[in-house]
């Protein structure tokens, strides 16, 4: 047999067109009521659900099928508090003028601050790193492709399957972040990429009223 002889379509359920449409707007309707949440409580998420939502994730499409993605997946009290207080340190310097007016003022919708307990409070913090390449020496060195575009889409992926999961997430991105490979322990090839925060909301967690503000499909469409 030729070493690419592809397989045969797996054929989908077969549907009829009101339950594709149903399927698709039950889907929508769903992801519609994810928040980004910004309080958490300590309430336990078990592994496995982290795990079944990895598996989701690492399903996605990237390119040449090379998954240059990583996930490490931090619940140990110490490695939360050294990525809390890193992160804490860079959102200082953000907040204290780094990032410039305007971009302050895009954020002060959300209320955001350099604060962020959550860090420490919720079960686990997903940490993305993508791969640029993989190997070290110049021998075995191999580039991936898409990478930033692959790595998106299996970050959606994920934060879909733990919504679908009924868990709350948070995408955290401090800047700089590369002191995540030292934290988690990650070659300097792979870049950081944000931090999926996941657990319960806090009983008191709010949501900015900018959130709900959502485009609707004429602005985010076109068809030709
Ligand atoms: N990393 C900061 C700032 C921040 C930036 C954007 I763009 C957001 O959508 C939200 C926050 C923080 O986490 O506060």
Not at 59 to 86: D, L, M, T, Y
Not at 92 to 111: N, T, V
Not at 158 to 171: E, F, K, P, S
Request: glycine share 6%; aromatic share 8%.
């Amino acid at each position: 047999m030729h070493e690419h002889e592809p397989l045969p379509w797996q054929p989908y359920p077969p549907l009829s067109d009101a339950e594709r449409v149903a399927r698709a707007r039950a889907f929508g309707d769903s992801m519609r009521t994810r928040r980004s949440c910004r309080a958490f409580s300590e309430d336990s998420v078990p592994r496995e659900v982290i795990e079944a939502a990895l598996m989701a994730a690492g399903s996605a499409p990237s390119g040449a099928n090379r998954q240059p993605w990583h996930f490490s997946v931090v619940a140990s009290p110490e490695a939360k508090i050294a990525i809390r207080v890193a992160a804490e340190e860079e959102e200082q310097a953000f907040y204290g003028g780094r990032a410039g007016r305007e971009w302050l003022e895009a954020l002060a919708p959300l209320g955001t601050k350099a604060d962020k307990p959550y860090l420490e409070t919720a079960p686990w913090l997903i940490v993305v790193f993508a791969q640029r390449r993989n190997g070290m020496r110049a021998e075995d060195l191999q580039h991936n492709y898409y990478v930033t575009e692959s790595v998106g889409i299996a970050c959606g992926l994920l934060i879909a399957a733990l919504h679908q999961a009924g868990i709350a997430t948070l995408v955290h991105t401090p800047s700089p972040m590369r002191f995540l490979n030292r934290v988690c322990q990650r070659p300097e090839t792979e870049k950081p990429v944000m931090i999926i925060v996941a657990g319960h909301a806090a009983p008191d967690a709010t949501i900015p009223a900018h959130a709900l503000d959502k485009k609707p499909l004429e602005q985010i469409a076109s068809w030709l």
